[in-house]
């Protein structure tokens, strides 16, 4: 499961990492409101395990979540 970017792989790990700042932020009395998914790679099939993982932490949030994509897949 893993999105590649820039030479690097997006990993359950990496989510949860960004997921406990969201929680850090929000502790602190700061918003996030939604999240952006842009560009196409996040919807090429071989992303779609950890994007799923991305919009599961999200829901469990109350955090919107939205796209600006030309790719499919």
């Known amino acids: 499961m893993g999105a590649?970017?820039?030479g690097s792989t997006m990993t359950p790990d990496i989510?949860?990492?960004?997921?406990?700042?969201v929680d850090?932020?929000?502790?602190?009395?700061r918003n996030l409101y939604d999240i952006c998914f842009f560009g196409g790679e996040p919807f090429?099939?071989?992303n779609y395990k950890?994007?799923?993982y991305v919009?599961?932490?999200a829901a469990e949030r109350d955090?919107?979540?939205s796209c600006i994509t030309n790719g499919y897949d």
Do not use: M, P, S, T
Not at 24 to 29: C, F, P, R, V
């Open 50 to 52: 950890i994007v799923e």
């Open 63 to 65: 955090i919107r979540l």
């Open 44 to 46: 090429l099939k071989n």
């Open 4 to 6: 590649k970017v820039l």
């Open 15 to 21: 989510v949860d990492a960004e997921f406990r700042y």
């Open 55 to 57: 919009c599961e932490k």
């Open 24 to 29: 850090k932020i929000k502790a602190e009395g």
